[in-house]
Nanobody
Framework: QLQLVESGGGLGQPGGSLRLSCAAS????????IGWFRQAPGKEREVVSV???????TYYADSVKGRFTISRRNATTVWLQMNSLEPEDAGVYYC?????????????????WGQGTQVTVSS
């Protein structure tokens, strides 16, 4: 069974850090672009960051640029390091995999999705 599982969410303080992990089972992520998306209550799911399958190039939403870092830990795990957290970063974070060789930014481009992990930013 092919699936993605996110972990690492929880309560972070403003200015603090969290690291999210996206782990694949049943397949490896080498040939997939991996995206992190987040969804706040009442809002649409939005792309946060993407790492390509071809050369590990990356994309970041303007709102997280300079604060978040996406990286491949190994063939089955992708991290999202979130620093300098802001209250606006709160939401459910999803990782997703797309069998594409660029940096897809739309949810519809992704085939595999995790179940999401909640991130709360509060003091």
């Amino acid at each position: 069974q092919l699936q993605l599982v996110e972990s690492g969410g929880g309560l972070g303080q403003p200015g603090g850090s969290l690291r999210l992990s996206c782990a694949a089972s049943g397949f490896t992520l080498d040939d997939y672009a991996i995206g992190w998306f987040r969804q706040a209550p009442g809002k649409e799911r939005e792309v946060v960051s993407v790492i390509s399958s071809s050369d590990d190039s990356t994309y970041y939403a303007d709102s997280v640029k300079g604060r978040f870092t996406i990286s491949r830990r190994n063939a089955t795990t992708v991290w999202l390091q979130m620093n300098s957290l802001e209250p606006e970063d709160a939401g459910v974070y999803y990782c997703a995999a797309a069998y594409l060789h660029h940096l897809p930014e739309k949810p519809i481009d992704y085939y595999y999705w995790g179940q999401g992990t909640q991130v709360t930013v509060s003091s």
